[in-house]
């Protein structure tokens, strides 16, 4: 035992602990499963100050006190014993191992040690832990280094930036749910009292949040610059962040002073070969894999080096590990990245990587144009997504140094994917500054780009330019005798004039491309003629010959297995035999092209899918779901920036009419309004139910398309009421009998009431009366009212902080409302642990999770659709048992 009076030695904080409360928890209920917890983590990303704040939360749980070790300004390995000793008050003996001495004197102690800064002292920092966690059962230990100790039963925690608004979610109103947000606010009103945020400065702050990564020091520095420089220079300035954030900070660690020095404080710590890759690796803009860091940053050994390397550099928080499906991917903050690319100057080692990586991706690009007209095609676009930010900094590298045929190639090559990814702007311009850097270049990649070009500004509705592109990209095909290009060319040429209602010349030149593309012996070419001449008929209103066309697309195209081929072949199939009264194939040719496309994430395709489902469900009497469907189609052209064919307008022209006169306007109006909200689950959905098909899996992966969550189609409607010992839940034609439990209990109480969470203190202060699921009295009741009482008062001195913006006594009313409700749920049972449960409203609380799962389960295994449901509106919180999520509502009946 310690001998001293003190419980703690912890300093007062001198700021607010912004964000990061559900990590303050999850860390103090991993050292309640675990003795050692290391938080790692690149150097400004927080960790110190996360520890301090666990730390402080835990001093009334341990007997002999919470204790911290600065070892950030120790040099001799031999000391750090010693260093424990002495601020633990535990004399040396001569002759005596410190260790050793240490051990003996906390065998029976309760007590949390935080050893900050390690990562310059691992090896006696991990001899010690070892050797104090063997002798001592009560002894806890909290970390915090840049890599890992690797002792036994060490439980690591990465610690990342703070979160920060994505692009596009950056209005004043919802910036500020972001901690880096939050944070950056809290530090500029101290450095600038009349600081606010504003739709003026919103764009600013989340920009210097993103681009600092919500690394905490970095974020902070940049605040206390607000009153000097302004948000607005400061988000300009951030290309010479080390420059600009120098201001000197009072902290007693020197390497925390200024966001140079926590870069340089873990670089001087690498091997040269480490740091060697480190630079390298910088060359890489956003992710990169391990393949492409062998062929790029790999050194003259090839790449055994980067496979052994690369491990050490994640171990030291300084290359992060991004999960994805498949092979795991690797990415430098920027931050860091600035660093390396500044150490790349310096050795004018830049421009030669450059080069070697512009190579590397231009190869790649020109594989994936091969590979794209075959199965193998959503592979090679899930490939090029991922390494986009990559695709683009070559592209920028080639341009910027004039290597106009490596530019023009390469853009060539990325236009499908960036038609089919729906990135139809960028591809444009991107295009545009190759073709226009050297209009005298005539090579087999120019007519690639200009076809590129064509594809992409037809697309947008653009004709001008996609008839002048294909006209130069004819002209060249022909001198150069290529005549897949040609085909191409006059494919779009003629797709153009469709789109212009110029119909018979748009026949003259798809019937002339179909001669030069069986010429060139290209199926894909020839079925894509087939493809266009169908949608010629079409606006012709010659729906027997756009018929039989769209028959010999689908089987031309059905040998090259290629999918979105397939799926437009499918599509156009299906409007045929629509526009010629339906049938049963019109219904599985639209459902084949709906599956296509939702697996590729095709926007445009979704989107045409979903205007012909909708004319179907016209058809068949099915007006709102019509209205509603149209609508969606309507809003997911839009937010890709797709121009509509005028045929198609024409069509949805016609129903919209009808349905105006059957509906009345209002109402087909209004649910033409709700389906451009439905989320693209919803919209899927719809179509599914109008099919008769099973439901997709949920959309996948990065969406590409704009997603709303709202309510499904109204349609959708669930029923739940108590027979007996059974609660029957009905959906459709669905119905459960479940066995009468605390759970089902507890979700009739929170579906009576879906927009409220039930939190523990509401579990606390049940009475007899309540509902069955909840834990029922458990504190007496003066406990109860000095919980509701203080919480009240909490609740008003944020009200009044919010409205007089005063982040910091919002901080500090946030941060004692929680952990009251820490307390409260400790009290009751309901802290969330995994252990044993250690009273009888814990049980409860136990039995009705089991029960709410197991009742869930069942449900989506026999409806999926309604399990989808439950399984996102019903979630377990930490300090509550379960809460809807108004996000994905669904119509209860009781």
């Known amino acids: 035992m310690v001998a001293s009076r003190r419980t703690d030695n912890l300093p007062a904080p001198l700021t607010t602990f912004v964000g990061r409360l559900r990590e303050v928890g999850e860390i103090g209920a991993s050292l309640e499963r675990s003795r ?99 002798g001592c059962r009560g002894l806890r230990v909290l970390i915090t280094s840049r890599e890992r100790l690797g002792v036994t039963g060490e439980r690591l925690w990465p610690v990342a930036g703070l979160s920060s608004p994505p692009e596009g979610d950056e209005e004043a109103g919802t910036a500020q749910r972001f901690d880096a947000v939050r944070l950056f606010l809290d530090r500029a009103t101290a450095a600038d009292p009349g600081f606010r945020l504003t739709a003026e400065n919103v764009l600013a702050v989340a920009d210097i949040c993103r681009r600092l990564d919500g690394l905490p020091l970095a974020i902070e520095l940049a605040a206390a610059r607000v009153n000097s420089l302004g948000v607005e220079r400061i988000s300009r300035r951030l290309d010479n962040r080390f420059g600009l954030l120098t201001a000197e900070s009072r902290t007693p660690l020197p390497h925390h002073r200024t966001l140079r020095g926590v870069v340089e404080w873990s670089y001087r710590m690498l091997s040269a070969p480490e740091r060697e890759l480190f630079d390298r690796l910088a060359v890489f803009s956003g992710s990169f894999g391990a393949e492409s860091a062998e062929a790029v940053a790999g050194g003259s050994d090839g790449s055994e080096d980067v496979a052994e390397l ?12 991004t999960p994805v499906r498949g092979s795991p991917r690797y ?54 997504e991922t390494e986009h930010s990559n695709l683009r900094a070559a592209l920028d590298w080639q341009l910027a140094t004039h290597d106009i045929d490596g530019a023009i190639r390469l853009a060539g090559a990325l236009a499908p994917f960036w038609d089919l990814r729906g990135h139809y702007a960028e591809g444009h311009v991107w295009l545009e500054r190759a073709l226009t850097a050297d209009a005298a270049t005539a090579t087999e990649g120019r007519v690639r780009a200009l076809n590129g070009l064509a594809t992409l500004a037809v697309i947008e509705g653009d004709l001008s330019r996609a008839t002048h592109a294909c006209t130069e990209a004819v002209e060249l095909s022909r001198r150069t005798g290529d005549l897949r290009g040609l085909a191409y060319a006059l494919q779009y040429l003629g797709f153009a004039a469709v789109c212009a209602d110029d119909l018979d010349r748009a026949v003259d030149l798809l019937d002339e491309s179909l001669m030069v593309a069986r010429k060139s012996a290209d199926l894909w070419l020839v079925g894509w003629s087939y493809q266009f001449l169908t949608a010629a008929q079409l606006a012709r209103n010659d729906f027997e010959r756009a018929r039989a066309l769209a028959e010999a697309a689908y089987t031309t195209l059905q040998e090259t297995g290629e999918p979105e081929s397939l799926a437009w072949a499918a599509l156009t199939h299906a409007m045929a035999t629509w526009a010629l009264g339906g049938s049963d194939n019109t219904v599985t040719r639209l459902a084949e ?16 899918v979903f205007c012909l489902a909708g004319l179907i469900a016209a058809d068949h009497g099915s007006w709102e779901r019509g209205a509603g469907l149209l609508g969606a189609s309507e809003s997911l052209r839009d937010s890709v920036g797709v121009a509509l064919v005028p045929f198609v307008r024409e069509f949805m022209a016609a129903v919209a009419a009808e349905g105006r006169v059957t509906l009345g306007i209002h109402a087909f109006d209004a649910a033409w309004e709700r389906g451009r909200q439905w989320s693209l689950d919803a919209r899927a959905l719809a179509v599914t139910k109008e099919l008769g098909l099973l439901p997709l899996p949920p959309y996948d992966g990065e969406e590409t398309v704009q997603a709303i969550d709202i309510d499904e189609p109204p349609s959708d409607g669930a029923g739940l009421r108590r027979e007996g010992e059974y609660w029957i839940v009905t959906h459709g034609h669905q119905v459960f009998h479940l066995k009468d439990t605390l759970g089902l209990g507890y979700l009739n109480r929170l579906l009576h009431e879906p927009d409220r969470e039930v939190l523990a203190l509401d579990l606390a202060g049940a009475g007899p009366e309540s509902a069955p699921g909840d834990a029922g009295p458990v504190l007496d009741s003066q406990a109860k009212a000095e919980y509701r009482n ?47 449960a250690a009273s009888a409203t814990e049980r409860a609380r136990l039995n009705v999770t089991k029960a709410l799962k197991s009742a869930v389960r069942r449900i989506a295994r026999e409806d999926p659709v309604l399990g989808r449901h439950l399984d996102r509106s019903v979630r377990t919180g930490t300090y509550c048992c379960y809460a809807p999520d108004p996000r994905t509502r669904i119509a209860w009946r009781f």
């Open 36 to 134: 050692l917890v290391t938080l790692t983590g690149v150097g400004g990303a927080g960790k110190s100050r996360l520890a301090l704040e666990v730390a402080a939360r835990r001093t009334a749980r341990h007997r002999d006190g919470v204790w911290l070790v600065e070892l950030a300004g120790l040099v001799e390995p031999v000391l750090v014993a010693h260093t424990v000793a002495g601020v633990l008050d535990v004399p040396e003996h001569g002759g005596r191992v410190q260790t050793d001495v240490l051990t003996e004197r906390l065998r029976d102690s309760d007590m949390l040690i935080c050893l900050d800064n390690c990562e310059h002292l691992l090896d006696p920092v991990a001899q010690l832990v070892q050797d104090l966690l063997a």
């Open 790 to 836: 203080r919480l009240r008062e909490l609740a008003d001195d944020l009200d009044e902080a919010e409205r007089w913006s005063d982040t910091g006594r919002a901080e500090r009313a946030r941060s004692e409302i929680d952990a009251l409700t820490e307390q409260l749920a400790g009290a009751v049972g309901l802290g969330g642990r995994d252990r044993r």
């Open 310 to 321: 690369l491990p050490r550099l994640i171990d030291k928080s300084l290359v992060t590990v």
């Open 331 to 384: 990415r430098l903050l920027e931050t860091l990245r600035a660093y390396g690319l500044e150490r790349l100057v310096d050795t004018e080692g830049l421009e030669p990587l450059r080069a070697r990586h512009a190579a590397y991706y231009l190869d790649l690009a020109e594989q994936a144009w091969e590979g794209y007209r075959g199965p193998e095609q959503p592979e090679w676009l899930n490939r090029l």
């Open 593 to 608: 092209a709906l599956r296509r496309f939702w697996g590729l994430k095709a926007g445009w395709g979704l989107s045409e």
